[in-house]
C-alpha cells in the first residue's frame, strides 16, 4: 500500500491467493485451476476495480490462463491482469523492473549523496528476475557484481568474475531453472558457498539484498558495514530483519527499505495498465525512461520528507512518513474519515 | 454547450445542482449530503457519459466527498468527476485554468492585431481564482493590473501598486476567505472604493471582468472605452449586458465573449479526464502547454469563422457560428435530426 | 486476422454484415436501418469487445447514424466505431490511411532493397480512396502515375499527364461520384480505354493494383513483368489471383501481399480507438507519422520472418507466417488450446 | 399513491407522460413514437421498479408497441407494463376492472348499510369503460341504469330503456368511437338532452358519476339530493368539486371518494403484474373474484379507519386516513424519515 | 413455435445444439464440455429472456451440469432451465408429461366423439418416455396396448400381453437401456417382429406413433385404416409422412398433428418454469391436473378454430390456424409488423 | 444448511454478521450503520442468490432500514430480506413461526406414537419469540404450559397457572421488555426459582428447551426422564448438549433435534420470498397451513429416512442423514463434485 502510494501512479493495493499448490501439476491440470479460479475472481476485477499481478507461483502461463478466461467470461480484452504477455497487451521490461528500478534508485541516491556506482563493488543475492535484472544493471553502469545466490548457496568472486558479456550464462541457468552453482563452469575465479549468504564473505561497496524475506539478520549486517558496506538498498520484500536496519541505519551512508527500492515492478505494472488504457505499447526505452523517472521521483519524495521530518536522509521514516500521508490525506479528501 | 463545442475537446455539456444550502453546516452534515446525492446521482454518471465538475457550493472538498461515495457504490476508480484532488486523480493546472486561459486568448488576439500585453494596463474585477490566476499571469507577462474587486468594494492604484512578488499577499487573502480591502495594509499608493466596480475610476488598455454576470453596464463600458479601454475578455459568465457589448464592438478594437474567454476552466476539466483515461498525471508544464495550445485554436477558430462570415474581428458573432455549427453538424451526422 | 495481427495494434478481428440494400433507399430509411440494426447489433459491441469499421456500403452516413444510436442506447459516447466523422471522435487520416499506408510500404521495401520511388513509373488501378491517396502520395514523393482506372474503364498517359497540381480534378470527380473518363477533359496527352485494365497497356516500374478482388490474371501478370515491372504491391484485397502471385514472384524484385500493404486503414482504426481510448484528437502529422511506423514494423516483421524462413524476399511468406504465429501463439499463451 | 395504497397490493404509485399528440398520426408515426420514447424510458423501468399502465392516449394499441420495443431493447418478456393483450400477458377483467370495482364498493357498502343494489335507480354519467361496464354490472345485479352520457350530451329513460340484453347496442356504439345520442334508434322511451348532463334530469337513488374530473357542482349535487338520491360513489377521478361533496356528505347516506371507489383498475394492474410473475393467467372468474375481494378489503379499511377516528360513516376520511397512513408508516419503517 | 402457442403459456420457441458428441465421453468429459457451453451460452440466457430445456442425448446429467455452471456464473438461482432434478427446481410428471398428454388428448376428444378410450386397442410405437408413459396411461384409462417397439424391432400381443402391474418390466428394460426384445421373456403370448414396426402387423382402434419423425408411411397408414383403427394421435415429432396424413385424414374419425398432441413435454416446461417463479414445487395431482387441463384447452382451440374455418374436425388445420394466428397477432400487437 | 435443506423448500444457507454493537445507539446511528452496512452487502445480495433474514440483534427496525437503503440503491422493491414489515411485503406468520411449527411438530410426532398433546405437560424454557408463540399454541391444543424462564430465572405453576386468556399478560411483558418473574403478579400459585432453570423442578410429558445453546445438560437431562419426560424437542438452536442428547435417546419416546424441529422460521422466511415473488400476502390462514404442512413434511422425511437406515424413531440420525443427502445429491447432480 505504502509502496504503491509512493510511486505516484493512480492505484492502490492490496493481496490474496489461492490455496492450489502448482507443484507437480500438469499445464492442462493448471489451467483447469486457473479457469476456474479466475470465473469466481473475475466478479472482483476490472481496470478500474481491481488489477492483480502475478506473484510467487503466478507468472506467465498463469497470468495468461487468468487472462484467457476473463476474456472467455467478460468479453473484454481490458488490462485486468499485469504481466501479461507482450503479444496480448503486456508491458516491456515488466520482468526486468523490480531489477532496474533497484539500481537505479541507488544510482540516484549515490548522486545525492556525490558519490557514483562506477567502480562500486555491489553484493547481490538471490538470482531471480530481481537480482538478475539488478545484477545487469550494475554492471551496464560500471559496477562491479561480486555475489550472486540462490537457495541451495552463494557464488562470489574477484572483480571480473562476472562480466555482462557472460550474463548471458546465468540467464540461461535461470531460464532452465537450474542451480546457480552451475556458472562455477563459467568462471575459474568464482568461489561457491554451500548454504550460505553472501553477507559475511564479500566485500563490498553497496548490498542489494534480492532473494528473500529477512535474509539479513543483525551479525551479518554488522559484518557487512565491518567490510566498508556503506550503501543499503533492499530489492527482496523486507529482506533486512528489525535489528540489522538499526545498524545499516547507524553504520552505513544511507539504507533505503524496500517500500521505496523495489517498486519499480509495481510501477511498470501501473505502465501497463497506462499502455493498455491508451490501447499502445511502448518501446523498451520509453517504459526504461518512465521508470527512472519513476524511481527518480520516489527518491526526492522520501529524502524530502525526511528533511521536513528533521531527519535528513532516514528514507526509512521518508518512505514510510510520506506513503502513509498521501493514504491518509486521500482517505480525508474522499469523505471516508471523519 | 457552445463554450465546450470550442474547446475542441470530446465532450458535451449540460447544468444542473442541488437545493441543498451548505452555508452553516458542519463537515459531517456536508458530508452525509454529499453521500446520499451522490447515491442517487451515480445512476446517471460514468467516465463516458456524464462527468460533472465543481461549480458555485461545490468546491475541492465536495468533489470528494462526492468521488469518494462514488467509488464505494461503484468499486470504480475513474475520471467521474473533475477538480478532482491531485492525490486521488485531479490535474494539475485546474484552478488557475480560467484565469490563465483568459490572458492566453487575450496575448493570441493582441499578437493578431500586431500589439503586445506587455507594458498594458488590465482592468481586472473580482478576486477569485479567475481574477487571481488572470492578474497573476498578467503579471507574468508583463503587463500591469490596475484593479481587482470583491463584492464589497473595488481597489486600484498606479503601475506598482501591485506585483508578482506581493501578489502571494491576495493569495492569502483569498485562502482565508479575507476581503480585498485587506490589501490596503501591503500598498501605499492603492485606493478602495466601497460598493464600488472598477470600470469608471479606472484607466485601462484592457478590461478583463472576471467577477459575476451582469457586472458591466451601458455607462460603465462607455466610461471605459472613454477612458482608452481598447480590448475588452470577459473572465466571469456574461459579465456584460447586451447594451455594454454594442458599446465595446463598436468602440474597442476586439471584444471576446465568455464562451470564447473563459473556456480555459472547461478545457482542463476535459485534460483531466484525458489524464484519468491515459492513467497519468502530466506536470505542470504539460497542463499548461496544452491549455494554451487550446486557447490558440479557440481564437483560430472563431477569427476565421468571423471572416467566412465577412464579418472580420467580430469574435462574438465568430464564437456563437463555430460552436452553434459543430453541434449541429455533429447532431445531423448522427441522426438525431432528420 | 492475420493482417490485423501484422499491424501490431492490440486489436483482434472479424467480419459481419446485413442483407439491407442502400441503393435508393432515402436518408430517412438508411436512418430508420442503422437505427434497428444497432439496437440489436449494441448487445454485441464495446470499447474494448468488438469495435465495427465501415465498409463496403457503410460509409461516414452510416457510421454516423450507427454511432447516434448507439449513444441514445446507452448512454456511452466511446469510441465503439471507427470512421467516425472528425466532429465527434474520427481520427485525422482515416480516409487517406490505406493509400498513403501501401505507398509507404512500398517506399520502405525500395529503401530496403536499395532503390527509391523517385522517378519510378506507377502503374495503379481503381479511383476510390486507395487508389486517388496511393497516387497522390506516390506524386508526393516523386514517382509517376502511370494510370488509374474504374468500372468503366482505364486512363493513362505519360510523364506529365497528371500531377499534383490537377489532381484536385481527379477529387471533385471522385466526390460527385463521377467517372474516370471525365479527366480526359483535363489532360491532352491522357488516353482513355473503354472496359479495359491498365495491366497489358502500360509501361510501369511499379504495379499497384487498388481496385478489387482478382483484377489481374496470369495473363496481366506476365504482361506487366515482360513490360519491365519490378515491383507489385497490393492496395485492393485479394486483387492478384493465384496465377499471376506466382508470376509475380517469380518475375519481379518484389511482391508485397495485400494483408500486408493494405493494413493501413486498419491501423488507423486502431489509432482513432486510441485516441477515443485518450480522449485526444491527434494532428494529421502525428497520425501520419504513426502511420509510418506501423508500416515500417510491418514491413521488418515479414522481411525478417522471411529470412528466418530461409526464404528472404519472399513477402508473401513471410506475411503468412508473422500473421498466423502471432495468433497462434496468443491464443496458446492464452490457454484457449491445450 | 393513496388509492395504491388502499388496494392493499405491494405497489407504490406515479404519473408521468409525454407531449405526443397521437390525433391524426398514421400507426406507422404512433409506432416510432412509441419505440422512441420507450428507448429512452426503458432505462427507468422494471418489473420490480416501474411499471407503466395506460392511461388517457395510451390504449392497447400504445401499451403493445411500448411492450414491443421494451422486449428488443432488453430481451426480456417481463410484467413491465400491464394493460397488456390477452394473447401476451395482459390479464382478464382489465378493461371492465374499474367500472365492475366501482359497483362492488357501492353493493358491500349498501349491504353494511343493511341495503341493496336490488331495485336501485342508479344514475352513471359517461359511456367509456368505466360507465360502460358499472352500467353492466349494475343491471347484473338487478339495479336500474336511468342515464348515460358522453362529452356532447346525456341520454336517460324509465325502468326499461335499457337492459342487459340491449346492452351490446351501447357497446357496438362505444366500440366504432360513435356517440351516446345513437342509442335513441334502440329505444323508444330514452330521451336525450343536448350539452347537458344527467344530474338535474334524473331521479335515483345511486349516483356513480364515471365521466371526467369536476363534472359535478353544488347545484347539481343539491339536485341530486332534493331528488332522492342517497348514495354516491366516484367512478371517475375526482368528479365531484369540493362544494358537491359537502352536499353529498350532509344530504346522502353515504359518500365513496374516487380513491376508494374506482381502484378496482389499478387494483387489476397489480393482479395483471402477479400473474406475470407467476408466469400464469387466471381466469375470468378467479380475477373478478380477486377484484371483489379487494374491494371488501378497501371498503373494511375506510370504514373501520373512520370509526377508529371517530367519524363512523365517513368514508372520505376514512380513504385519506388509511393511505396516508400506510405510506408514512412504510416510509418511517424503512428509515427514510427520521 | 406454433406448438408453444397452443399450450397458451406464456412461452415463445426456438431451437438450438452443439456438435458434441457424448458417445463414448466420460462424465468428467460431459462434464467440462457442459460447463464451458454453458459459459458462452449464458449470455443469451434468463427466466425471462431464453429458458433451454433438454433434447436428444440432452437429460437429466446434462441439464445439472449445465444449470450448476450457470449457478455458478451468474450467482443466481432461477429456473433457467427446465426438466431439472426434483431437489434443485424441476417439476414432478415432466418425464411422463409428453405420454400423458398424448392420451389425455386422445381421451378428450374421444369424448368429443361421444366414444371412450376404454376398451380400445391402442398401437404404440416407441418405449422411451413418450411411448412408456403413453401406454402407463392408456392402461391406466382401460386401454388396452397392443404394440410397443424399439429401432431393432416391434412387440405386440393380444389382449393381456401386457398389463399395468407387468409395467414396471419395461419400465426396467429401458432404465438400463435394454431392448424391448427382452420383455419376451415375461409374456408368452407377445410375438416379436425383426427390423419392423408396428403399423402392418397389429389391429388397433387407435394409433400413438411415438417413436421418431416419419415412421409411418403411406401404405403401412392404409394398413392401419383397412385394419380399422379409427383414431390417430402423434405422440412423436411428424411421425406420419404428408401422405400418411392424407390418409389418416380421409380414413379415420381424427387425425391430431403432433403439435398439438406432443405438447405436454414443453406445456409442463413452462409449467416448471411457473413453479420456479412461484419458489414453490407442486405435488404431482397439481402438476397432472393442470397437464390435463392445457390439453383440454389445446383440444378446444383446434376443434373450434376448425369449426370456425368450416372444416370441423379438420384437427391439423385447426392446430395450424390457432398457432399460426396467435404468433401473428402477438407480433401485428407489439409493432413488429406494419 | 440441513435445516434449510430440511424444509423442502427451493434455499440454500450461509451465516453472516457484522461487529457493529447497536447498544445505546440511537436510532440515527443505528440507521446510519444500516444505510452503510447495506451498500456494502448489496452487491451479494438479490432475491435468486442470497437473501438476509433477521437475527440476534437484527429485528424489525434494522431490516426495514436495511431494506429501505436496498431499495434506494437498487431501484429494486423485491423480497431480498425476509423478516420485512406487513405494509411493505412482511409475511404473516413470521413471528410466530418457529414456536408454533415447533408444536405442530411435536403434535404430529405424538399422533405418529398413538399419542396426543391434549393434556400433557410441556415444560418451555425461554420467553422471547419461539418459546411465547409455543406457549400459545400448546395452550391451544390443549396441553399445559408448565414453565417459562428468561436468562434470571424460571417460573412454573400448577395445571392453572397460566392460560390462554392470561396469555396476553406475557405478552406485555415481553413487549416492554420486562422480566418474566413480573408473571407472579399475575398467578397466586406460580413459582419463581431465581436464576435457575426449569428442568429439574417440573414434572413434565413434554420438554421443550426454547431458551439459548447448552440450556440442558447431563443431570438435567436425567432429572427429566426420571420425572416422566417422555417427549422432547428442540425449540434454541441445539439447546441440550450431547449427553443430554444421550440421555433423551435412550430414556425418551423421541427426541426431534433442533434442525427439524425449529425450522419453522426459516421455512415461513421462505414462505415470504414466495409470497414476494408472487406479488401476492398470503392470510394467516394461509400461512399456518403451509407452515404446519412443512412440519408435516421434515417429521415424515426424518421418520422415513430413519427406518431406512434400520433406526426406526432415531430422528436424530434421520435428520442428519436426510438433510446431507439432500444436499449431497443436488451437489453431484449439478457436477459440484466429481
Known amino acids: 500500500m505504502l509502496l504503491i502510494a509512493l510511486t505516484g501512479l493512480p492505484m492502490g493495493g ?15 491440470e493448471v489451467l483447469r485451476f486457473c479457469q476456474s479460479f479466475m470465473t469466481e475472481l473475475s466478479r472482483y476485477l476490472g481496470a478500474d476495480t481491481d488489477v492483480p499481478a502475478g506473484d510467487i507461483g503466478v507468472g506467465g502461463r498463469e497470468v495468461g490462463f487468468l487472462f484467457g478466461q476473463w476474456k ?23 520482468p526486468e ?24 563493488r555491489v553484493a547481490i543475492s538471490g538470482k531471480g528476475n530481481v537480482a538478475e535484472f539488478a545484477a ?9 557484481v561480486v555475489s550472486l545466490s ?15 558479456e557472460q550474463f548471458t550464462e546465468v540467464r540461461k541457468i535461470e531460464a532452465r531453472r537450474g542451480r546457480i552453482k552451475e556458472y562455477l563452469k563459467f568462471s575459474k575465479t568464482a568461489k561457491y558457498y554451500e548454504n550460505d549468504r553472501p553477507w559475511k564473505h564479500v566485500k563490498c561497496d553497496i548490498a542489494l539484498p534480492s532473494a528473500t524475506q529477512n535474509e539479513i539478520n543483525k551479525s551479518e549486517a554488522e559484518a557487512l558495514v565491518k567490510n566498508g558496506c556503506k550503501y543499503v538498498a533492499e530489492g527482496a520484500n523486507m529482506p533486512s530483519d528489525p535489528e540489522a536496519i538499526a545498524v545499516f541505519k547507524s553504520g552505513c551512508k544511507f539504507f533505503i527499505p524496500a517500500k521505496a527500492s523495489n517498486a519499480g515492478g509495481v510501477a511498470v505494472s501501473g505502465l501497463e495498465m497506462s499502455q493498455n488504457s491508451q490501447r499502445t505499447q511502448w518501446t523498451r526505452e520509453e517504459v526504461d525512461n518512465k521508470l527512472h523517472g519513476i524511481m527518480q521521483n520516489i527518491f526526492n ?11 535528513a536522509g532516514d528514507y526509512q521514516l521518508g518512505a514510510n512518513a510520506a506513503g502513509f500521508k498521501k493514504v491518509a490525506d486521500a482517505m480525508f479528501e474522499q469523505g471516508m474519515v471523519l
Chains 1, 2, 3, 4, 5, 6 share one sequence.
Open 14 to 28: 492490496g493481496k490474496g491467493g489461492s490455496d492450489f499448490d502448482p507443484k507437480g501439476k500438469s499445464d492442462g
Open 72 to 94: 472467455r467470461l467478460t468479453s473484454l480484452h481490458t488490462g485486468v491482469l499485469t504481466g501479461k504477455g507482450l503479444l496480448w497487451g503486456g508491458s516491456n521490461i515488466r
Open 97 to 120: 523492473a523490480t531489477g532496474y528500478g533497484l539500481v537505479y534508485i541507488v544510482d540516484i541516491a549515490l548522486k545525492h549523496h556525490k558519490d557514483t556506482i562506477k567502480g562500486k
Open 136 to 144: 545487469e544493471k550494475v554492471l551496464q553502469l560500471g559496477g562491479i
Open 150 to 164: 540462490d537457495s541451495d548457496g552463494m557464488i562470489c568472486g574477484g572483480r571480473k568474475w562476472i562480466q555482462l
Open 301 to 311: 519524495n522520501i529524502s524530502s520528507t525526511a528533511d521536513d521530518l528533521g531527519k
